[in-house]
């Protein structure tokens, strides 16, 4: 009976667990479908060589910073203009990674395509930059007295400063500043405030890129540079330019000889009969070179 009485609630027992195992089973709802892919173009893709015409369009968002033309008016900014088209991309390449560090323009180049960089840089290729002038004040005292601060920078651009391991500027960035196509960019004409703020930075060990897209020779080539010829340099280079964008001779003679413009018309009384007009002003004397 005992026995009996103990198989009964097995059996009870055995049934409840399969009751339960029934109540828990889910239907499992039916998968919807997957959202349609499109595909993008992937960030490695190879790109051609730039269309100008096409970069004229995309360099858009870049006027209000670098110009319509690549001639920036905020030295802070950068001149593009006459830049070299695989230069321009490598530097948006950069910034969309993150390699260069620049909020604003990573914002820009976060949306770029490669093909998009090397548009953007073969527009920017195409224009002419403007240059500025060179300073030719003196400096009053240390190793560089009596020289022009433009003349300091000339030493240094076309013969470095060998015993402190400084090559000659124009070695990588050519007599007239235009650089060698490639990793070597064109600096003529740049803003000397621009040319200032990066060559103190590579100075203080900047590097743009990383692993192997890192390009340490600025860095090195900076680091012995006293502030003084920091800003030697970065004034010639703003005067430097190729002799054959200078306007001729003779352009500038007739700019010189220009009469002066006539004044607006006073809304005053015109003055009594016989008063002597006032003389023509003096035209202006010429420009500090240009480098």
Not at 48 to 54: K, R
Not at 94 to 116: H, P, V, W
Not at 121 to 129: D, E, H, L, P
Not at 204 to 221: L, S, T, Y
Request: proline residues 8%; glycine residues 10%.
């Amino acid at each position: 009976m005992k026995f009996t009485r103990i198989l009964g609630v097995a059996a009870a027992l055995a049934a409840a667990s399969v009751m339960a195992q029934e109540a828990a089973t889910v239907t499992p709802a039916p998968e919807a479908e997957p959202a349609p892919v499109v595909a993008l173009e992937a960030d490695n893709t190879p790109a051609t060589f730039g269309d100008a015409a096409a970069g004229a369009t995309k360099a858009a968002a870049c006027a209000a910073c670098h110009g319509l033309d690549g001639n920036s008016a905020d030295p802070q900014y950068p001149k593009l203009a006459g830049q070299h088209e695989n230069y321009i991309a490598r530097q948006l390449s950069l910034y969309k990674s993150g390699e260069r560090n620049n909020a604003i323009m990573l914002g820009f180049a976060s949306t770029l395509s490669a093909q998009d960089m090397r548009d953007i840089g073969a527009y920017f290729a195409s224009q002419k930059v403007v240059p500025g002038i060179a300073d030719e004040t003196l400096v009053t005292s240390g190793p560089n007295q009596g020289r022009k601060f433009y003349q300091v920078g000339e030493r240094l651009f076309r013969a470095g400063k060998p015993e402190q391991g400084i090559p000659a500027c124009q070695a990588c960035h050519g007599p007239t500043g235009t650089g060698i196509p490639g990793p070597y960019p064109s600096v003529g004409g740049q803003h000397s405030a621009y040319i200032a703020t990066q060559l103190t930075a590579f100075r203080g060990g900047a590097v743009w890129g990383a692993d192997k897209n890192a390009n340490a020779v600025m860095a090195g080539v900076a680091a012995n540079l006293s502030d003084e010829e920091i800003q030697g340099l970065a004034t010639y280079i703003e005067g430097l330019h190729n002799i054959a964008d200078a306007p001729s001779a003779e352009a500038v003679a007739e700019a010189a000889a220009a009469p002066a413009p006539a004044p607006a018309p006073a809304e005053a009384a015109p003055a009594a009969d016989g008063a002597e007009a006032a003389p023509a002003a003096e035209a202006p004397e010429a420009a500090a070179p240009q480098g």
